[in-house]
């Protein structure tokens, strides 16, 4: 049958389970349903074709038992809770995600500070293994909600990556000093005697690193000296500086079990429904899920939501294409233009210009609102998306879709994400600053500092079991086709018989094909089921088949 050797646990206290457990064993499928052993437990009035099993989950041997069967199965019945596959799943995503750090190398730094076009060169991938988890999950409201802490860790892969990050040295925009200088913006005096210092201890507009200390994090001697006279600062500065094996704050997330429609989708974070980083309700929203979970039973015409902590803000994705990843069938979505459109191209993004005079054109957003007042801008790499103004500002861009989207292919059916590429740059926004001499002869720039690439594909055991899925879900919700089908064939089949059983009546000699009724040809006649040889024939003739032997007893 279609379904045999398809293993399936149907677990008791799921709404749709009973009914959809039988259709499955009706196709063929083993099924097992688990009930808890206590008191008022009855069996199931649809078990047809189903074995079942009453488990003590108050003991270890019951615990045991049930995720033996669940792990030994091919589909678990089950409902968003802990100890369920899907629940698991959620919790530690079993494809390996990687993350790719690329670097832009300043090659001109003189000529720039005196005027000139500055000039870059990308250098990367590093790359790195990206280990995801959720720690203390804990379900909320009765199961409808569920709290946790998005942890990420970061393993170097030396064979995927173009050098040693401990040795490469990438010559970038030095920005403690950007984000000091900042942040004594308007304060001349305060300026100028941070000006001095800066000149005292050798801290300049741009710094040379290693990779390593980039992105992990090293002492600065600008910050050194402010933290010694202000404890809230931090001497450590790094992009990705305790971001290993850390998280970003208390998510708090609905499970669908409402509605399928707000599965993943995020409820809280930090224990704020808004942000407040923002000018209007609108910019400070928190919409969608985190990009880790996605609702079932997509559709092309839905933007999908997701909130970015990196970015400070949510996004949202459109449908570009149909695409299949391991035969899988997916929907790629990509966020569109308008997501960081300049407010005249998209009157929504205004809430995101930090002020009037401040914002900028369509392709970038000023994050320094979350990033403790830095002049920190993100965009697509390599300005994709963004004004031709920003790319043609620096030498050594070229914005490719191909290499620079960010999109996801999610499984519209089970809204399972297949492929993903997320993809976001760092820049540095530099422009003279009164009271620090340096800055004097600077035109504003945008300077890109880093871009990132993480990306994952589904493994082939997570495809083998959505393609077993797919199959049933197929097979499932065709069910009434199959019925209506069977039912045409079977008026078809009482047709045919019908109009042979009249040319019967009127002496003609009728022949079946032995291969399908009888051994010989001689061997099948028909007989009237019904007493009633007179019956009007345009009311039909009941017939059975039956041998000749019987036919004539």
Same mark, same amino acid.
């Given at each position: 049958?279609?379904?045999?050797?398809?293993?399936?646990?149907?677990?008791?206290?799921?709404?749709?389970?009973?009914?959809?457990?039988?259709?499955?064993?009706?196709?063929?499928?083993?099924?097992?349903?688990?009930?808890?052993?206590?008191?008022?437990?009855?069996?199931?009035?649809?078990?047809?074709?189903?074995?079942?099993?009453?488990?003590?989950?108050?003991?270890?041997?019951?615990?045991?038992?049930?995720?033996?069967?669940?792990?030994?199965?091919?589909?678990?019945?089950?409902?968003?809770?802990?100890?369920?596959?899907?629940?698991?799943?959620?919790?530690?995503?079993?494809?390996?995600?990687?993350?790719?750090?690329?670097?832009?190398?300043?090659?001109?730094?003189?000529?720039?500070?005196?005027?000139?076009?500055?000039?870059?060169?990308?250098?990367?991938?590093?790359?790195?293994?990206?280990?995801?988890?959720?720690?203390?999950?804990?379900?909320?409201?009765?199961?409808?909600?569920?709290?946790?802490?998005?942890?990420?860790?970061?393993?170097?892969?030396?064979?995927?990556?173009?050098?040693?990050?401990?040795?490469?040295?990438?010559?970038?925009?030095?920005?403690?000093?950007?984000?000091?200088?900042?942040?004594?913006?308007?304060?001349?005096?305060?300026?100028?005697?941070?000006?001095?210092?800066?000149?005292?201890?050798?801290?300049?507009?741009?710094?040379?690193?290693?990779?390593?200390?980039?992105?992990?994090?090293?002492?600065?001697?600008?910050?050194?000296?402010?933290?010694?006279?202000?404890?809230?600062?931090?001497?450590?500065?790094?992009?990705?500086?305790?971001?290993?094996?850390?998280?970003?704050?208390?998510?708090?997330?609905?499970?669908?079990?409402?509605?399928?429609?707000?599965?993943?989708?995020?409820?809280?974070?930090?224990?704020?429904?808004?942000?407040?980083?923002?000018?209007?309700?609108?910019?400070?929203?928190?919409?969608?899920?985190?990009?880790?979970?996605?609702?079932?039973?997509?559709?092309?015409?839905?933007?999908?939501?997701?909130?970015?902590?990196?970015?400070?803000?949510?996004?949202?994705?459109?449908?570009?294409?149909?695409?299949?990843?391991?035969?899988?069938?997916?929907?790629?979505?990509?966020?569109?233009?308008?997501?960081?459109?300049?407010?005249?191209?998209?009157?929504?993004?205004?809430?995101?210009?930090?002020?009037?005079?401040?914002?900028?054109?369509?392709?970038?957003?000023?994050?320094?609102?979350?990033?403790?007042?830095?002049?920190?801008?993100?965009?697509?790499?390599?300005?994709?998306?963004?004004?031709?103004?920003?790319?043609?500002?620096?030498?050594?861009?070229?914005?490719?879709?191909?290499?620079?989207?960010?999109?996801?292919?999610?499984?519209?059916?089970?809204?399972?994400?297949?492929?993903?590429?997320?993809?976001?740059?760092?820049?540095?926004?530099?422009?003279?600053?009164?009271?620090?001499?340096?800055?004097?002869?600077?035109?504003?720039? *945008?300077?890109?500092?880093?871009? &990132?690439?993480?990306? $994952?594909? =589904?493994?082939?055991?997570?495809? %083998? /079991?959505?393609? @077993?899925?797919?199959?049933?879900?197929?097979?499932?919700?065709?069910?009434?086709?199959? *019925?209506?089908?069977?039912?045409? &064939?079977?008026?078809? $089949?009482? =047709?045919?018989?019908?109009?042979? %059983? /009249?040319?019967? @009546?009127?002496?003609?000699?009728?022949?079946?094909?032995?291969?399908?009724?009888?051994?010989?040809?001689?061997?099948?006649?028909?007989?009237?089921?019904?007493?009633?040889?007179?019956?009007?024939?345009?009311?039909?003739?009941?017939?059975?088949?039956?041998?000749?032997?019987?036919?004539?007893?």
């Amino acid at each position: 049958m279609a379904l045999a050797g398809v293993r399936v646990i149907e677990l008791a206290g799921l709404a749709p389970a009973p009914f959809c457990g039988m259709v499955l064993a009706d196709f063929g499928a083993s099924v097992i349903r688990v009930d808890r052993t206590k008191a008022g437990v009855t069996v199931d009035t649809q078990g047809r074709g189903k074995r079942s099993v009453a488990i003590d989950l108050k003991t270890p041997a019951g615990v045991g038992l049930l995720k033996k069967l669940c792990v030994q199965s091919d589909v678990v019945l089950e409902p968003f809770r802990k100890g369920s596959r899907v629940f698991d799943s959620w919790k530690r995503p079993p494809p390996p995600v990687y993350m790719e750090f690329f670097f832009f190398n300043v090659t001109n730094v003189e000529e720039f500070l005196a005027g000139a076009k500055p000039r870059v060169k990308q250098v990367g991938p590093y790359a790195y293994r990206e280990y995801r988890y959720k720690d203390n999950v804990t379900m909320v409201d009765g199961g409808t909600k569920v709290s946790a802490y998005n942890t990420k860790s970061f393993q170097f892969l030396r064979n995927k990556s173009v050098g040693d990050p401990s040795e490469d040295s990438i010559t970038t925009a030095n920005i403690p000093a950007w984000a000091v200088m900042n942040k004594l913006k308007g304060n001349f005096w305060k300026s100028s005697m941070v000006s001095v210092w800066m000149n005292s201890i050798g801290s300049g507009l741009f710094t040379t690193r290693t990779v390593d200390e980039l992105l992990w994090g090293y002492e600065d001697p600008l910050l050194a000296r402010l933290a010694g006279m202000s404890p809230d600062v931090d001497k450590i500065f790094g992009l990705m500086v305790n971001k290993n094996g850390s998280n970003d704050g208390e998510f708090v997330f609905h499970t669908g079990e409402k509605n399928y429609l707000d599965y993943g989708r995020v409820v809280t974070w930090k224990g704020e429904s808004q942000l407040t980083f923002w000018n209007t309700n609108h910019s400070n929203s928190i919409v969608g899920s985190d990009g880790s979970a996605f609702h079932p039973l997509l559709d092309r015409n839905e933007r999908i939501h997701i909130f970015t902590p990196d970015l400070c803000r949510s996004i949202y994705m459109e449908f570009e294409k149909d695409v299949e990843v391991r035969g899988i069938p997916a929907y790629r979505f990509t966020p569109p233009r308008s997501v960081l459109a300049s407010k005249e191209e998209n009157p929504d993004n205004e809430g995101f210009c930090i002020s009037p005079e401040e914002c900028l054109g369509t392709g970038l957003l000023r994050v320094s609102p979350c990033r403790k007042g830095a002049p920190v801008v993100a965009s697509f790499p390599h300005f994709y998306l963004a004004d031709d103004k920003y790319v043609k500002a620096i030498e050594g861009l070229s914005p490719e879709r191909s290499h620079h989207q960010t999109y996801l292919d999610l499984n519209p059916t089970t809204g399972v994400i297949v492929r993903a590429n997320k993809r976001a740059q760092v820049n540095i926004l530099m422009n003279r600053i009164s009271g620090f001499v340096k800055t004097r002869t600077l035109n504003e720039t *945008i300077i890109p500092v880093m871009f &990132i690439n993480e990306s $994952v594909v =589904i493994d082939e055991a997570s495809a %083998a /079991r959505v393609h @077993k899925l797919l199959l049933i879900v197929s097979l499932v919700s065709n069910f009434p086709l199959m *019925i209506v089908a069977l039912g045409a &064939i079977m008026l078809g $089949v009482f =047709i045919l018989l019908l109009v042979r %059983a /009249r040319k019967q @009546k009127r002496g003609a000699n009728i022949m079946f094909t032995k291969a399908l009724y009888a051994t010989s040809e001689d061997e099948t006649s028909y007989s009237p089921v019904s007493g009633k040889e007179k019956e009007d024939p345009q009311n039909g003739t009941f017939i059975g088949l039956t041998s000749k032997a019987e036919a004539q007893s």
